[in-house]
Each structure stands twice: as C-alpha cells, then as structure tokens.
C-alpha cells in the first residue's frame, strides 16, 4: 500500500503534521502532453485514455502488441495514478520484446479532474470496478492475463486472480501489502488519520493549497521534500494528480478501509492452491511489505516463488528510472520463466 507514504509523509512533515449490473464502457483516446511525461525515445510510447465503466471514469494506460501471447494488467497502489508507473510499465513492455500487450487502470477519483464530485470509494468498491473494467473492457482478450500488482494493487490482483481464474494465467505481486503491520509506526499514523474525519479534512485542504500554488512553486516544494531522486514523470504526477483535495481524501478514504479488511487473516489456501500462478517480490525495508509477511508466506505456502530486492529502490521503486528499469526486469524474467 500507499506509494504515497514517501512523499505524503515528507511534504506532511513540511506542514507541521505526523507524517502523511452492467453499463456500456465509453472510452475516448487522448495524448499526454510531453510536459507531463516524459518518454523515452527508444520506447514504445504509452497511449493514454479516459475510460468510462461501470459509470465512472478512470485512466488508461495502454501499450499494444501486433501479436501477443498474452495480456498484462498492471493494479497499482494507493494513490492509484498510473503516470507513476509510466517508466516502469514502458520498460516492462520493452523487457517482453513485443511478446504482450500491457494495460494499466488507476482507482476511481484520485484523477487529475474531480469527475465523481467528492464521492470517496472503498477498498472493496475499487476491487469491484477493476472487475467490471475487465468485463467489459478485456472480454475480447483470447490471450491469457498475466496480473501484476504493486502494494495494495497486489491485495486487488489477488481477489481478481479469484473471479477470473479461467482467464488469469499467472499474479505478480510487488512489494505487496496484504496484511496489517502493527510494528509499523508510519502505518500507525496513516491509520489514526484515514479514521479521523477532521484529521482527513485538514490534511487534503492544506495539500490542496500546494496545487492552487503555480505549477513551479508546487514542482519545487514537492522536490525539497521527496528529494532528487524522483524522475520527471513522478513529479509531475504528483502534482498533477495527488495534490487535489478529491484525490487526497479518496486515498485517506481507501486507505481507512485498506486498513479494516487487511486485519483479517490472508487467504492462505488459495494461495497454496494457486502457488504456481504466483510470485511475490519484497524490499528489504518495506513496511508495507515486511520481511515478516515474507517469512509467513514462506511457511505457510512452501514452494511459493518468492524474491527480496536488495538494491534499496524502496516500495515507491516506480518514481525513480532506476527502480523502474530493475522491477520491469524482474517482472519480464518471472513472466518469461512461467511461460517456457
């Protein structure tokens, strides 16, 4: 969970806080402009899309193949917005050599535009969308699904893994959250203030104020507080997207929720059950992902696939290049491996 707890927790620093059915789909295409991300020539460009399911809208991101043996669907964390992941999911694409086609969904209200008008969304109704958004938007896909989900978005892959297991190949799990971490002191507070309204209130109107300030303000606020490390298309997300009162509060929102289901126990015997169609990828110092869950996988599912990555790209390893190019190599090796 939260790719947000790095720079959500800096910039709240700065501010004096603690840390941080059925409907037809209507798609229509657009073009992120090069001010907003930054591609890298070499690459097969990503297109963009605003998508309407289920009567909400969602970006898009998408990168076709001319003959694919599958299909990969990219879930991402909390906060949702997949211009995070443009590096990552480019390279990703490249890693493959053409071998799939890659899609990516962000969750429901936490887009640049308020387009839900306040309205804030569960854990379980973000789940339920990513269904719907494969019902109507992947139902003509006859190659397999190949899930790949980052921090909360792996808990989300999970449950899709279980409603579509007929059409789902294989789950990759990155730096996964799936269960609570009562170790975890940042986790603590995230907590305290997803479950107080007045907390979750305050802390969206005071980031809300960063993105009323000019984009250049903003830019240089956001790179004091997350450093230098970030690539281009992470900052611009960041400000773009996560510096939104709408968005804030839906990612507070989800999170309260993340954290009410996630203090269940994990579901150990579809895991056992499906450990071949799985793999799970650590970081040596993520809370979200500790080496303890690592460790209860281990013994409670033997023989599951599992990875540590021990260069330091930290859970938010997609807002540098370098994390990026490292996991997209990961994820195609782990593909590829499953595939031969």
Not at 8 to 23: A, E, N, T
């Amino acid at each position: 969970m939260l790719i947000c707890s790095t720079y959500f927790s800096s910039i709240s620093r700065k501010l004096l806080f603690c840390s941080r059915r059925k409907f037809s789909s209507k798609c229509r295409n657009s073009v992120m402009g090069s001010e907003n991300l930054r591609l890298i020539d070499k690459r097969q460009r990503a297109g963009f899309r605003l998508c309407n399911v289920s009567g909400c809208k969602i970006d898009v991101m998408e990168i076709h193949a001319k003959d694919p043996k599958f299909h990969v669907l990219f879930i991402p964390g909390n906060p949702g917005v997949i211009s995070f992941y443009v590096d990552f999911l480019e390279s990703l694409y490249d890693q493959l050599e053409g071998t799939a086609s890659v899609t990516a969904i962000s969750h429901i209200a936490q887009t640049e535009k308020n387009w839900e008008n306040g309205r804030l969304f569960s854990l379980q109704e973000q789940t339920d969308h990513k269904i719907n958004f494969i019902e109507h938007e992947l139902q003509d896909v006859e190659v397999p699904i190949v899930l790949v989900g980052h921090s909360i978005g792996s808990y989300i892959s999970l449950d899709i893994f279980k409603r579509f297991q007929e059409k789902v190949t294989y789950c990759i799990c990155l730096y996964p959250f799936l269960a609570v971490n009562t170790k975890s002191s940042t986790q603590t507070i995230i907590k305290k203030i997803a479950a107080s309204r007045i907390l979750c209130t305050g802390v969206s109107s005071i980031v809300a104020v960063l993105g009323l300030l000019p984009a250049w303000i903003s830019r240089i606020l956001v790179k004091n507080s997350v450093g230098n490390s970030w690539c281009p298309s992470a900052v611009e997300a960041l400000c773009t997207h996560v510096l939104r009162y709408h968005t804030v509060q839906n990612m507070l929102y989800m999170a309260m929720t993340e954290f009410e289901k996630l203090s269940e126990v994990p579901d150990w015997s579809f895991m056992r059950e499906k450990k071949s169609q799985m793999a799970f990828l650590f970081g040596v110092d993520d809370h979200w992902g500790p080496l303890d869950l690592y460790e209860e996988i281990s013994s409670k599912v033997p023989g599951a696939v599992l990875a540590v990555e021990r260069g330091g790209y930290t859970h938010a390893f997609s807002c540098t290049e370098a994390g990026s190019t490292w996991v997209a190599q990961h994820v195609s090796g782990s593909i590829k491996n499953y595939f031969s």
